[in-house]
């Protein structure tokens, strides 16, 4: 497994963004993929998860409402919509997946692969 994260960059608050993680090293079929993010200086934070093959899905409250998860199972990438985003949103997200199960929750420990991150500036 060898996960890729893009579709970062620099949007004005209010704007939208969609992240995407690949697989390329393979298949994501019943793996549980995740996005974290990370600030400077704080640690890192769950903000969604979603099973295979996509039937359950768990964002953190701070953006309920505002992101959406999901994934293509023929093209073996998961996303991260974000709509209405705001200066706090600003952070590097990751994409992770558990190899070992088909859905999980919201620790970092329970995922065993990660992607480089992809860096998500949100100006006022």
């Known amino acids: 497994v060898q996960l890729q994260a893009s579709g970062g960059g620099l949007v004005q608050a209010g704007g939208s963004l969609r992240l995407s993680c690949a697989n390329t090293?393979?298949?994501?079929?019943?793996?549980?993929v995740a996005w974290f993010r990370q600030t400077p200086g704080k640690a890192r934070e769950f903000v969604a998860t979603i099973s295979w093959p996509g039937t359950f899905t768990r964002i953190t409250g701070s953006v309920k409402g505002r992101f959406s998860i999901s994934r293509d199972n023929a093209l073996h990438r998961g996303y991260l919509q974000m709509d209405s985003l705001q200066p706090e949103d600003t952070a590097v997200y990751y994409c992770?997946?558990?190899?070992?199960?088909?859905?999980?929750?919201?620790?970092?420990?329970?995922?065993?692969?990660w992607g480089q991150g992809t860096l998500v500036t949100v100006s006022s």
């Open positions: 992770a997946a558990d190899s070992r199960h088909s859905r999980s929750g919201s620790r970092q420990e329970e995922y065993d692969y």
């Open positions: 090293g393979g298949t994501l079929n019943h793996r549980a």
